[in-house]
């Protein structure tokens, strides 16, 4: 498809880990990026991996990229309170020099 | 963040009226863009520059015209608001390829 798609929404219980799942269009891209939105603020850059890679882990944030099936996973470990917020997944196409966003993801924490 | 201001933060005015919005950035970065955010569509694209005079439309840019004079400076201007274009607009400089973008705290545009 032309779209970039996330699920809209996620609840995750303090502690445990939260999947946010994203897939992508063009097998061509070159990176793929993980935004964080907190309400009334903008666009945090939380992570990203190159193509050519399958995983990335930063701290809590683990990034799985299967390019076969165009998917893009953001895992974060002991998900806490402070995670809550709208996560964006964002695919730079080749010869494109905007990126091209999902509708986000809306994650909620719950004690 | 990323040395980039927008302003205003806010601001509401009447449909029919001109508005611009100002970007400024102090990373002396080549590629600045202009997204709109509204629910359900995530982040689309209404202009970007690629340097000082070099301008380039985006997926959504009926209705805006963009400027740049200078490369800390980059103006988004509505010339007759309409409602449709009531949303949170948002600066971002850096890109493409292994250059991130990053972004500003967004304007927040309401046009009654």
């Known amino acids: 498809g032309e779209d970039v798609e996330q699920s809209l929404f996620l609840s995750v219980r303090e502690g445990d880990s939260s999947v946010i799942n994203c897939t992508y269009t063009d097998s061509s891209s070159t990176y793929l990026y993980w935004y964080k939105q907190e309400p009334g603020a903008g666009l945090q850059l939380l992570t990203y991996i190159f193509s050519n890679m399958d995983m990335k882990q930063d701290q809590r944030l683990t990034v799985l990229l299967n390019k076969k099936d165009k998917h893009l996973s953001l895992r974060i470990a002991d998900t806490q309170t402070g995670d809550s917020a709208i996560y964006f997944c964002a695919e730079d196409r080749p010869n494109d020099y905007k990126l091209s966003f999902g509708a986000g993801t809306t994650v909620t924490v719950r004690a | 963040d990323a040395g980039i201001t927008q302003s205003p933060r806010h601001k509401v005015t009447e449909t029919g009226t001109p508005v611009t919005l100002r970007c400024h950035q102090t990373?002396?970065?080549?590629?600045m863009y202009w997204y709109r955010q509204d629910p359900g569509h995530g982040l689309r694209l209404i202009h970007y520059?690629?340097?000082?005079?070099?301008?380039d439309k985006g997926e959504v840019s009926d209705g805006y015209s963009v400027s740049r004079s200078k490369t800390e400076d980059f103006l988004l201007t509505l010339e007759s608001a309409t409602s449709s274009q009531t949303s949170v607009y948002f600066c971002?400089?850096?890109?493409?390829?292994?250059?991130?973008?990053?972004f500003g705290d967004g304007t927040r545009l309401s046009i009654l």
């Open positions: 520059s690629y340097g000082v005079k070099d301008t």
């Open positions: 971002a400089i850096g890109g493409p390829d292994d250059q991130p973008q990053h």
């Open positions: 990373e002396n970065h080549r590629y």
